[in-house]
């Protein structure tokens, strides 16, 4: 189509030269509007996302959200996972820890509780009244499978 545009754009030139050649530069040319056109896409070809709209948000834990890693000499985040009556950590239904993160919770109170930081049968006192990061009443899976 662009071909025969030019050939006539020649021929016109040569007929009517006494017309402003500039007039009908190529820039010049009007061409039907891009709507008319026929594209080789189908327009009903389906739309590739980069990503699901629908997907859900990933679930982590409390300390993976945060990038925050166990250390032994932090007693007073280690107490919130240890029951304040028996001194057990609290299991992972119930503190929505990863298992990676859980694991090194537990060995973390087990290192503080030999370098006697925390207390082995209780929650330290001094950290009752810390807020909650999790409700050990109401477990966040039901059960522990």
């Known amino acids: 189509?662009?071909?025969?545009?030019?050939?006539?754009f020649s021929v016109a030139r040569v007929i009517l030269g006494y017309i402003n050649k500039?007039?009908?530069?190529?820039?010049?040319?009007?061409?039907p509007h891009p709507r008319n056109y026929t594209t080789t896409i189908d327009s009903n070809a389906p739309i590739e996302l980069k990503e699901n709209p629908f997907a859900k948000e990933k679930i982590q834990c409390v300390l993976c959200?945060?990038?925050?890693?166990?250390?032994?000499?932090?007693?007073?985040?280690?107490?919130q996972f240890q029951s304040?009556?028996?001194?057990r950590v609290y299991g992972r239904h119930i503190t929505g820890l990863c298992q990676n993160r859980h694991e090194q919770v537990e060995r973390e109170i087990i290192k503080a509780q030999n370098a006697g930081l925390m207390p082995t049968y209780h929650k330290a006192v001094e950290f009752l009244n810390d807020p909650k990061l999790f409700d050990p009443e109401k477990a966040i899976r039901p059960h522990k499978y």
């Open 65 to 79: 959200k945060h990038g925050i890693n166990p250390d032994y000499k932090n007693v007073q985040l280690l107490s």
């Open 22 to 31: 500039d007039a009908f530069a190529p820039a010049a040319i009007c061409l």
């Open 84 to 87: 304040p009556y028996t001194g």
């Open 1 to 8: 189509m662009l071909s025969s545009i030019r050939t006539r």
